[in-house]
C-alpha cells in the first residue's frame, strides 16, 4: 500500500472514494461523468446480474434487448415523462456522417422504445400478461457525479410489464419490490425499509413507486430499488390496448422497476471500514483467498500441495483464490486482501502443515480461529454463512439505533446535520411543506410506511394535523 | 399458422425474415437500422455468452466496463481508425440541455476508450498482460440494415489485450480465433474455415485481422468473428507505455477481437429449413418439447403425469418444456415448435402411457422413434448429441461440396452469381486485381489460408503470377 486510506469518522465521502479507487472498484474516466468499471468491480456486478437474474426468471419474466436511442417525438408522448427526463437526456444530432431528421436520445429508461412495440405486440387479453426484463446501459446527464452513486452513463435492469388489470398490476408492482427487498437483505446483507414515494419524489409518468431505502454508515440513506405503478399512463400515450374476453378494447396497465450498478456503492457504504471493503460473502468475487506461508523452495511446495487440497476440499461452495504471487510478503498480501474485502481469509505455513491444521481470519471480525484439516470444508461454509448474517445484522442494529421519532423541527434539523439521522416525523400531506423542510434541512421523505400506525402528530413544517409519520433523511 | 414462409429456393432473403419475425427472434423498431430482440432470441444471446464467457474466463480475461461515449478526440488519434469509423459513427452533441464542448461519438468499438485506461493503468511488465473483456451495444451507422446480419445498433464482446512482446500478442490473436472456431464448431454447429484478411479487408488500424468464416446455405459467406493483431499502432497512438524488466520503456503490443449477435443470424441460415429454425441443442432455449396429447379430463391428468415425470428425468441435462396449452390442439403446437427450431419434441398419448413409451420425434430428420419410458433419458441425451453432430456434418458436407478450385474468371463470374460458391482461386497479391474483381462479380476475398499448398498459378483478374490460392466469396 503507497498510502493510507481516509478514515470514514476524518470523510466519509473522501474514505468512500479512497475504497472504490484503492480495491480497484472503479475509476474516472476521461468522458464526464461516465466511469469505468474495473474487473474486481465488474465482477461484483456479475454476481449482482445472475443471482438477481435468476429471481426475475422463477417469478415468470424474461429478457429482451430495445434499441438504445429512442426518438424525440416518442419521449414527448407521455407529458410528465417528457418534463422529467428531457433535461437530463444525452441527444445525437447526427449520425452516418449527416444530420439526422430527427434528433434521437439516447435512453434514461425505456419506457418509450418499449411500449411502442407493446403496442404492436399486444392485441388481446390472451397476450397479456407481457413480463419482459432488460440489462442494459442507460444515461442520464449528471453535473455533479459520484462513482457508482451518480455517474451519466449507467448499468442496470429495467423490468416492463402489461397486464389486463389494475389489481394485476399493482401486484406485480408490490411482488417486484418483495424481490428486490428479499435481495439486498439475504444477498447484500443491507436491511432495507420499503414503502411508497410522495408524488414529489415519484418516478415522472408513474401512479405510485414503491421503494427500497438503505441506511448508509453516515445515516444517510441510498434509495436501492424502484418499482413504479404506471397505472394506464403510458397505455393511453402509446395506445397499448387489448380485446378483452368481451370483445371490448382496453388499455393495458403497467409497471415499470429498475436496480442498478448503485448497488455496488450502497455494498461499500454499508460494509466497508477503515481498512477497506467488507464484502458480504454471496456477492464477493473471492469469498476465501488462502495465503501460503513459505520462506524457502521446500516448504513452499509443502504449503502450496495443503492449499491445492483445500481449494480441492471447498470445490463449488464458495469462490476460492490461492494467492500464490512470490513477489509479495503474506503481510502485504493480508492487507490487500482485506481492501479487498474477501470475507475470509486462510492462512497456511510450515508449522499448520505439520499440525493439519489451517488458520482462519474472519474479515468482519478479526478474529483468527485454527482449524483441523479434516474440518476444513464444513468450518468455511459454516464461517461463511456467519459473515453473511453477522453483516446484515450489524447493519440492522446501526439502521434502528439511527432512526427515530422527531417532532421538533430544530432538534430534527441539527441531527439531520450531523450525526444524519432516519426521522420519524409528522408531515402534513402537502408538497409545499415537503419542499420547505427540504429547503430548510436538505432532507427528503425517503418514503411513506405501507402500515404506518396511526399516530396524532402535527406537520414538522406547518404544524397541521397529520395521522402517521413520514421517514425523512438526507439522501444520495 | 396464419400464412406460410417463403421458401428458401423461392428467396432465400425473404425465408430468414419470415423465419426471424415469425419465430421470434427479433422485430423492427421505429429507430431507423435498429432492432429488438425479442426473449425468444434473446434467449439464445444469452446461452451464447454464458458458454463463449465461460471459454473466455477459462483463458485467463476477466470482463469490464468502459463508457459508451467516446471523446472526438480520442478517436481521431490513430490514423486509419477514424478513417475507418468516423463516418459510421452516431454522434451526441447535446447533453443536459446544453450544446457540448466536445463532440461524443456514440462507441462503434472500444479502443480508443480502453486505451486511455490502459495508458494509466500501464507501468511495468509486472502489470502485463492486461486481458480484458467487455460485454456490450456498440453502434455503426447501416443504411441497408438486415436483422442480426448488420443492424445500427448491436450486441457483441470486445476483448482487448495488451502484452510485452509482438510474440505474446500473435499468440493472443490466434489463441482467441481458436476458442471462436471451437465454439462456432462445438457449440453453434457451424464448421468455419480460419484465415487472414487482405489489406482491404483488415480491421482499421490493425496489423493483421484473423477470420472464421462460414457458408451459410445460399452458399454466401458470413464472416463469424474476428480476431486483430494490432500491433502497437494503438500504443503509440494512446501511449501505452510499460518499463521492461530492464528498466526502458518500451510500448505495450495489443490485440481485439469480437463476436456479435450476427451469430444468431448464422445458426438461422445455416440450419434453418422450409418449416423454420432449426437449433443445434447446445444453443437452443428449448431443448425438448413435451407435447402432451389428450381429448379429455381423465386422460389429459394421466398424459401430463407422465410428461411432468419425463421432465424430472432429464433434469439438468437439457432444457425442457411441456406445453399443456389448452387452447391449441397438439397438431398446432406440432408446427409452432418446428417453426421455432426446437430439436427434439416428445409426443405422449394416453395409448404411450398405457404402453408406457414415449415417442420422440427429431427436428433435423422428422424421424419418429418409440422408445420405452425406461430408457427415456438415456435416449434424449444420445439423439440430442445426435443432433448437435448431425447439424454439423450436414454443412461441413455441404461446405465442402461448394468450395471449389476455380481459374477461370468468366466460370468465377457465373457461379458467383448462381447458385453461389466458395471459390479457392489464384490472385497475385494486389489491391487493385482485388478491387477489381470485387466490381466485376461482388465476390470479396474472404481470406488468405494459413498453410496454403504451394501451387503455381495466375491471378484471376490480371494473369500475372501467384503461388497460392485464396478464399473468394459474395459476403453478407
Known amino acids: 500500500m503507497e498510502k493510507g486510506i481516509t478514515t470514514r469518522s476524518e470523510d466519509f465521502s473522501q474514505w468512500y472514494n479512497d475504497i472504490v479507487m484503492r480495491a480497484e472498484l472503479a475509476d474516472y474516466s476521461p468522458v464526464k461523468g461516465c466511469m469505468v468499471i474495473r474487473p474486481y468491480g465488474y465482477a461484483m456486478w456479475e454476481n449482482i446480474q445472475r443471482l438477481l437474474d435468476k429471481r426475475i426468471k422463477d417469478s415468470g419474466h424474461e429478457n429482451a434487448y430495445f434499441p438504445l436511442f429512442i426518438p424525440e417525438s416518442f419521449l414527448s408522448k407521455e407529458a410528465d415523462h417528457v418534463e422529467g427526463f428531457a433535461p437530463e437526456c444525452a441527444v445525437v444530432t447526427h449520425g452516418g456522417g449527416k444530420k439526422l431528421e430527427e434528433n434521437l436520445y439516447v435512453r434514461p429508461t425505456s419506457e418509450t422504445i418499449m411500449y411502442a412495440m407493446y403496442s404492436k405486440w399486444i392485441r388481446s387479453w390472451r397476450d397479456l400478461p407481457v413480463l419482459i426484463n432488460q440489462w442494459g446501459n442507460v444515461v442520464r446527464w449528471e453535473m455533479r457525479t459520484r462513482l457508482f452513486l451518480r455517474t451519466t452513463e449507467f448499468l442496470w435492469q429495467e423490468g416492463h410489464t402489461a397486464h389486463a388489470t389494475a389489481e394485476e398490476a399493482e401486484e406485480e408492482t408490490l ?265 430548510q434541512t436538505r432532507a427528503t421523505i425517503r418514503y411513506v410506511p405501507f402500515d404506518a400506525d396511526e399516530e396524532k402528530g402535527r406537520c414538522l413544517s406547518c404544524g397541521k394535523e397529520s395521522n402517521h409519520r413520514v421517514i425523512f433523511a438526507r439522501a444520495y
Open 175 to 439: 411482488k417486484i419490490l418483495g424481490i428486490y427487498k428479499e435481495f439486498a437483505e439475504n444477498v447484500l446483507a443491507i436491511p432495507v425499509y420499503t414503502g411508497v414515494k410522495s408524488d414529489a419524489e415519484k418516478f415522472a409518468g408513474a401512479l405510485r413507486t414503491y421503494t427500497i431505502e438503505a441506511m448508509m454508515q453516515d445515516r444517510k440513506a441510498l434509495q436501492l430499488g424502484t418499482s413504479h405503478n404506471l397505472g394506464q399512463n403510458f397505455a393511453k400515450a402509446f395506445n397499448v390496448n387489448f380485446q378483452n374476453k368481451e370483445g371490448k378494447l382496453e388499455y393495458v396497465w403497467q409497471t415499470s422497476w429498475g436496480v442498478s450498478t448503485r448497488l455496488i456503492g450502497a455494498i461499500v457504504m454499508a460494509h466497508g471500514d477503515d481498512r477497506g471493503l467488507v464484502l458480504p460473502p454471496r456477492i464477493a468475487p473471492v469469498a476465501v483467498v488462502i495465503v501460503p506461508i513459505y520462506r524457502d523452495v521446500p516448504s513452499r511446495e509443502k504449503v502450496l500441495k495443503v492449499a491445492e487440497e483445500c481449494k480441492e476440499l471447498i470445490g463449488e461452495a464458495a469462490a476460492v483464490k490461492i494467492d500464490d504471487r512470490d513477489q509479495y510478503t503474506p503481510g502485504w498480501k493480508f492487507n490487500e486482501w482485506e481492501l479487498r474485502g474477501v470475507p475470509l481469509r486462510v492462512e497456511i505455513g510450515p508449522r499448520d502443515v505439520q499440525n493439519e491444521q489451517v488458520v482462519l481470519v474472519r474479515r468482519d471480525e478479526g478474529r483468527k480461529e485454527v482449524v483441523p484439516q479434516n474440518r476444513f470444508r464444513e468450518r468455511v461454509i459454516e464461517t461463511l454463512d456467519q459473515i453473511q448474517k453477522n453483516l446484515f445484522e450489524r447493519c440492522l442494529k446501526f439502521r434502528d439505533a439511527n432512526t427515530v421519532d422527531l417532532d421538533d423541527l430544530g432538534e430534527f434539523s441539527e441531527k439531520m446535520e450531523s450525526p444524519g439521522i432516519f426521522a420519524r416525523s409528522h408531515w402534513c400531506g402537502s408538497p409545499e411543506c415537503e419542499a420547505a423542510i427540504k429547503e
